[in-house]
């Protein structure tokens, strides 16, 4: 089966032609081994309606998180498939992991209220205080609220 959807390569060529078009960029995050991403990849995006949003509203990238570890990190939420809104210039909008499983992301999270942890990354809401909970980076330069 064709993909009805191009999806471009994450490059500058790319995102001049999101600022050429004054579209926002629709980033894909996806790994081979996922069955939310094939999910995703074959129902979602398999939809006439949501193709044609994509069309005409949207410059479609999709790119494999394992091989492209940089966009992983600057664009990642820590699971997959992840779907992240981009200006042109390459900025991040929003981002947000559509679907995962309990161990499926890496890195430990920690409640920025009441410093619980051990719930998976996908988990937003800490279990013991309701606040919303932020991965705990494992880089030097501190962590990035979710």
């Not at 894909?28 to 995703?40: A, E, G, R, S």
């Not at 044609?52 to 394992?66: H, K, M, N, P």
């Amino acid at each position: 089966m064709t993909d009805p959807i191009t999806w471009l390569p994450f490059e500058p060529a790319t995102l001049q032609r999101a600022k050429a078009a004054d579209h926002p960029v629709l980033l894909v995050l996806t790994v081979p081994w996922c069955h939310h991403c094939k999910d995703l990849l074959q129902q979602t995006f398999g939809d006439q309606q949501i193709q044609a949003t994509l069309r005409d509203s949207f410059v479609a990238i999709q790119v494999d998180a394992e091989r492209r570890p940089d966009v992983n990190e600057r664009y990642g939420t820590g699971g997959w498939p992840t779907i992240a809104y981009l200006t042109p210039d390459g900025d991040l909008i929003a981002n947000d992991t559509t679907s995962c499983r309990t161990n499926c992301s890496s890195g430990s999270i920690a409640c920025a209220r009441c410093g619980a942890t051990g719930a998976p990354t996908c988990r937003r809401v800490c279990r013991r205080c309701g606040a919303t909970r932020a991965r705990a980076s494992s880089r030097a330069a501190g962590s990035r609220s979710r």
